[in-house]
């Protein structure tokens, strides 16, 4: 089944303790990104990846950090979390560019 | 940047019901996409609908490009309807960066 798979689901962690969301998709797409969802201030794109070893910032990069080593693998890093990270976070796919983008599951991470 | 507003804010329907869900876009844009977001905060594939019409089921969609909307129409809803709809647009044409707009939240009743 063609999917984009995000882990863990749930996460609590406490401030400072470094942490990674790993994110995999299976349809060999070109395109993944990050987004993260907070209440009235809707979704919004953290980082995105155009191919393998292709990063650039998306509105809110900071204290994230990604990497492509491999096509199919897009991890979000969070070397000292903060509680303002506290968030819904979704891994995204596409094909190529402007095309349909398909989300995995969310994590939604709680930072104490 | 672009703006993308939706309305209605807020919809509560009977069982049974249809509904037309509203996304305005303030730019040219190379994709839009609509999603419907559950209880349990999944986002799920609606449809890919840079222009035209598109139906599948009960819902169906059309993307007027020119004039810079796009209608979600949902027909007989039902309870597993209920939740967040989001209108999501590309208009870079460089980094792929959706922007979604505000949401509809829909509620579904007996």
């Known amino acids: 089944e063609a999917q984009v798979t995000q882990n863990p689901r749930y996460l609590i962690t406490v401030t400072g303790k470094k942490l990674t969301v790993t994110c995999s998709q299976n349809?060999?797409?070109?395109?993944m990104s990050w987004y993260r969802q907070d209440p009235g201030l809707g979704l919004r794109q953290i980082y995105y990846?155009?191919?393998?070893?292709?990063?650039d910032k998306g509105d809110v990069p900071e204290g994230y950090k990604v990497s492509r080593k491999e096509k199919r693998n897009f991890p979000l890093i969070l070397e000292s979390p903060s509680p303002n990270q506290t968030s819904l976070y979704f891994c995204?796919?596409?094909?190529?560019?402007?095309?349909?983008?398909?989300f995995g599951q969310g994590t939604r991470l709680t930072v104490v | 940047g672009i703006q993308v507003e939706q309305s209605p804010p807020d919809l509560i329907l009977q069982e049974g019901a249809n509904s037309t869900l509203r996304c305005n876009f303030s730019d040219s844009v190379n994709n839009l996409q609509w999603f419907h977001q559950n209880p349990w905060g999944q986002l799920i594939n609606l449809f890919y609908i840079p222009s035209g019409t598109k139906q599948n089921g009960r819902l169906s969609a059309t993307t007027v490009a020119t004039e810079r909307y796009s209608l979600l129409y949902i027909s007989s809803s039902q309870t597993t309807d209920s939740g967040v709809y989001f209108c999501?647009?590309?208009?870079?044409?460089?980094?792929?960066?959706?922007?979604f707009g505000t949401g509809t939240r829909l509620q579904v009743t007996l």
């Open positions: 990846s155009m191919n393998v070893e292709v990063t």
């Open positions: 999501a647009v590309d208009h870079t044409g460089t980094a792929s960066k959706l922007t």
């Open positions: 349809m060999n797409h070109e395109y």
């Open positions: 995204a796919s596409s094909p190529f560019i402007n095309t349909e983008a398909f």
